[in-house]
Nanobody, 126 residues
Framework: VHFVESGGGMVQPGGTLTLFCEASGFPFGNYAMGWFRQAPGKDREFVAA????????YYADSVKGRFTVSRDNAKNTVSLQMTSLKPEDTAVYLCNAAGSARSNGKLIWGPEYDSWGQGTQVTVSS
């Protein structure tokens, strides 16, 4: 299982970035795909997920309305378009196949695999 993230950088608050992830080593089209992020000193957290065929997407409350996740099953890639970026979006962004479970009526997303890529750094600062 292999994930390669790219597209990060430094932007000012309110700016836009699009991240990309290339995945290999597993049946990509059979899995939901997710983006996760980890800020310094904080636990890794779920950001967004897209179902196996791209028809449904799911977002953390903190990014809803600002981020859009999509996938291309022909290329084994998943993207994350980020708009209206805030300083609190600063983190290393990582992708993984994603699984979900319901807890107290809420959908909880987590990674399917223990293997991670290096991630791509996003820094939002003026």
């Amino acid at each position: 299982v292999h994930f390669v993230e790219s597209g990060g950088g430094m932007v000012q608050p309110g700016g836009t970035l699009t991240l990309f992830c290339e995945a290999s080593g597993f049946p990509f089209g059979n899995y939901a795909m997710g983006w996760f992020r980890q800020a310094p000193g904080k636990d890794r957290e779920f950001v967004a997920a897209v179902n196996w065929n791209g028809t449904n997407s799911y977002y953390a409350d903190s990014v809803k309305g600002r981020f859009t996740v999509s996938r291309d099953n022909a290329k084994n890639t998943v993207s994350l378009q980020m708009t209206s970026l805030k300083p609190e979006d600063t983190a290393v962004y990582l992708c993984n196949a994603a699984g979900s479970a319901r807890s107290n009526g809420k959908l909880i997303w987590g990674p399917e695999y223990d293997s991670w890529g290096q991630g791509t750094q996003v820094t939002v600062s003026s």
